[in-house]
């Protein structure tokens, strides 16, 4: 092959656990929602910074310290970033991969999450606990979007590496996890029900 594939970006997707799922998720839903309810500092600064949503960003972002729940996730997410590490042929210097963030985010109708990356962190995720059907998944930008220039379009039939953006679906149940240099974003629910999702970040230490 005269062309070669170098400096790709890699993408993580898997489903959290073999089985089970259905009804850990309905329990984590419950408790995202108490969480919500439980929160004002967290609903504030939504309603501010997050219009039409709620997220736990601002106001409680670690939340596998506190809640057994969370720390048990944690445990789970933590399996598959190391996985990841070890596709991405990171050497670790003896050091271990280490959750430092986690937190909810609730999407009603009309909520969007604009582009953005992560920082202080090398890997980042999303896992999926309720997901209605046509609600919007997580897209990626291509991160030398801008130095294409004077680039041309792409072919309508243009193969999925070429895209300059990629969506991968929100299935309830699934992990998805990147780099976390990697700019993404949610485009607006257009769809009359609450869309649940739980991210977090990976440092190394």
Known sequence: MPTRVHFPTHIYCEPLQPSGLAKFNADLAEECRQLRDYDDAGRKWSAKNYPGGYTSYASMNELH????????LEKKFLRHARAFAKT????????????????VNIMPPTAAHSMHLHPLSFISGTY???TPAGCPGLKFED????????????????RPAN???LTYPAVAGNIILFESWLRH???????????ISISFNFNWS
């Open 185 to 195: 974003e949610v485009t607006s629910n257009r769809v009359d029900a609450e869309r």
């Open 128 to 130: 999926y606990v309720a």
């Open 65 to 72: 310290r506190f809640s057994s729940t969370f720390a048990t």
């Open 88 to 103: 991405l042929d990171f050497d670790l210097c003896g050091r271990s991969v280490r959750m430092t963030d986690c937190w």
């Open 143 to 158: 991160p030398r979007l801008d130095r294409f220039m004077a680039a041309p379009p792409r072919l309508p039939d243009h």
């Open 163 to 165: 895209r300059i953006h």
